[in-house]
Nanobody, 124 residues
Framework: QVQLVESGGGLVQAGGSLRLSCAAS????????MGWFRQAPGKERVFVAA????????YYADSVKGRFTISSVNTKNMVYLQMNSLKPEDTAVYYC?????????????????WGQGTQVTVSS
C-alpha cells in the first residue's frame, strides 16, 4: 500500500501560479507511475499529468500542455505539479495518485492509491 499526501493548493488570480506537492510513503518500490488528476464540482475526475517513476517520462492533458509541469524527486518520494498561467477553468480539487501498471497513464481506474486532494481555486 502506498500513502499519498498532497499540499500546496489555494486561491490565486487568473494568470497566477501554484505549485502542488505530493509525498509518497509506504510501498513506494511498487510505484511505476505517478499522476495528477482533478475534479471540478459536478464533473468527473480527469487526468492532468503523469510521470514515470523510473525514466521520468512525462504526459499531459491537452488542456494543460505548456502551462503545467510535472516533476519528481524519486529519492525523496516526492512529485510536484507546477501550474502557471492559471485559468478559472483550472479550479478543481487536485488529486495525486500512484499506479504499479505501465500500460496506461491517463485512466483513473488504473491508479490504485490516491491522496485526499487539495483545492485549487482560480479567480477571474
Amino acid at each position: 500500500q502506498v500513502q499519498l499526501v498532497e499540499s500546496g493548493g489555494g486561491l490565486v488570480q487568473a494568470g497566477g501560479s501554484l505549485r502542488l506537492s505530493c509525498a509518497a510513503s509506504g510501498r513506494t518500490d511498487s510505484i511505476y507511475r505517478m499522476g495528477w488528476f482533478r475534479q471540478a464540482p459536478g464533473k468527473e475526475r480527469v487526468f492532468v499529468a503523469a510521470i514515470s517513476w523510473g525514466d521520468g517520462r512525462t504526459y499531459y492533458a491537452d488542456s494543460v500542455k505548456g502551462r503545467f509541469t510535472i516533476s519528481s524527486v524519486n529519492t525523496k518520494n516526492m512529485v510536484y505539479l507546477q501550474m502557471n498561467s492559471l485559468k478559472p477553468e483550472d479550479t478543481a480539487v487536485y488529486y495525486c495518485a500512484s499506479t504499479p501498471r505501465s500500460f496506461t497513464y491517463n485512466q483513473a481506474a488504473a491508479y490504485d492509491n490516491w491522496g485526499q486532494g487539495t483545492q485549487v481555486t482560480v479567480s477571474s
